[in-house]
């Protein structure tokens, strides 16, 4: 089997592995679907990029989910205005797949938001009777323990609002996709995105 063959073999298993909810992390997706391919141990130079597997994934929604992933992506998009402007304190901004339209079934809208006081969010969170469990994380990053706290939110579409400290709004947060800045909105940037997108709105 030629390399260009084995990556593509290997990136469609791994995008069917995270489709089905089998893996969630591309790097262990794309490991175990090399070693149910090529029976053993495959080069490196010879796994596909994340955004190889993100793509094979998108193919998978189209097939399966056909016009009605637009539909809920449309409404998954005006679901995260809603909840940007009931946290618009904490300055929140959108990412991931909800704002570049990669979603498929089980995507969750991605919110970033800005603040000292984990407290704050979670009592905003509270009085408007928003369903929501929060969870620390352990990550080590070159050689250095760093603790980031998820809110889950079960609402008509989940959610995952990561909290992180105020001054970190102008931090330039890197996808493990591409490996550049992620594209991210905030209210007024989503709100015209919408309008622009979506003309019926108006």
């Known amino acids: 089997m030629n390399r260009s063959k084995l990556r593509r073999q ?3 298993e791994a995008a069917r592995l995270m489709y089905d909810r ?4 591309y790097y262990r997706a794309k490991i175990k679907a090399a070693r ?17 597997i993100r793509d094979e994934i998108q193919s998978f929604a189209r ?15 005006l679901e995260a205005l809603r909840m940007m402007k009931l946290l618009a304190r904490f300055r929140p901004r959108l990412i ?17 938001v800005f603040s000292d006081s984990i ?7 509270e009085e408007e009777l928003v369903v929501f469990d929060v969870e620390r994380k352990r990550v080590r990053k070159q050689g250095e323990e760093h603790v ?9 579409f989940p959610f995952e609002l990561t909290v992180y400290p105020a001054e970190k709004l102008s931090y330039t947060f890197k996808s493990s996709i591409t490996g550049k800045a992620i594209e991210r909105a905030s209210i007024a940037q989503l709100e015209q995105f919408l309008m622009a997108e979506y003309p019926d709105l108006a």
Request: aromatic share 4%; charged share 25%; net charge negative.
């Open 63 to 77: 097939l399966h989910e056909g016009e009605q992933r637009q539909q809920n992506l449309r409404e998954m998009r």
């Open 148 to 156: 980031y706290t998820h809110i889950h939110v079960q609402d008509r």
């Open 10 to 12: 290997i990136a469609w």
């Open 22 to 25: 089998q893996e969630s992390e």
């Open 96 to 112: 991931g797949s909800v704002l570049t339209g990669h979603v498929r079934h089980g995507s969750d809208i991605d919110l970033h």
């Open 36 to 52: 149910r391919i090529c029976q053993g141990w495959v080069k490196p130079a010879d796994l596909p990029s994340n955004a190889e």
């Open 119 to 125: 407290d704050a969010v979670t009592l905003v969170l």
